[in-house]
C-alpha cells in the first residue's frame, strides 16, 4: 500500500511539474514570438529610413551634379570671354606699331 501511494505521489508531482514546465514555455515561446516581431518591425522601420535617407543622398548628388554642369558652363564662358579680350589686347597692341 506503502508503494502505491509513493508511486501515486510521483506520479502526480510529475505530471504538476509537466504542467508547470509546459506553461512556463508557452509563456516563454510567447515573448519570444513578440521579441521576433517587435525585432522584424523595427528592422522594416530601419530599412524604410535607410531607403529614404539613400533616396535623398541621391536626390543630392544629382543636385550638385547639376551645379557643377553649371559650373562648368560658366567657367566655358568666362574663358570665352578671356580669350575675346586677349585676341582684343592683342589687335590693340598691334594697331598701335
Known amino acids: 500500500m506503502k508503494e502505491i501511494i509513493k508511486t ?6 510529475l ?3 509537466y504542467q508547470v514546465v509546459d506553461e512556463r514555455t508557452e ?3 510567447t515573448k519570444v514570438d513578440e521579441i521576433k516581431k517587435k525585432q522584424e518591425e523595427d ?8 531607403d529614404s535617407e539613400i ?3 541621391r536626390g543630392e548628388i544629382g543636385n ?4 557643377m554642369g553649371q559650373l562648368r558652363n560658366d567657367i566655358s564662358q568666362l574663358n570665352q570671354r578671356i580669350d575675346t579680350v ?4 592683342m589687335t590693340l597692341k598691334q594697331d598701335q606699331k
Do not use: P, S
Request: aromatic content about 6%; hydrophobic content about 50%; proline content about 0%.
Open 64 to 67: 550638385v551634379r547639376g551645379e
Open 55 to 57: 533616396g535623398n543622398v
Open 27 to 29: 509563456e516563454i515561446i
Open 43 to 50: 528592422f522594416r522601420y530601419l530599412v524604410q529610413k535607410i
Open 15 to 17: 505530471d504538476l511539474i
Open 8 to 13: 501515486a505521489i510521483k506520479k502526480v508531482t
Open 86 to 89: 586677349i585676341q582684343m589686347l
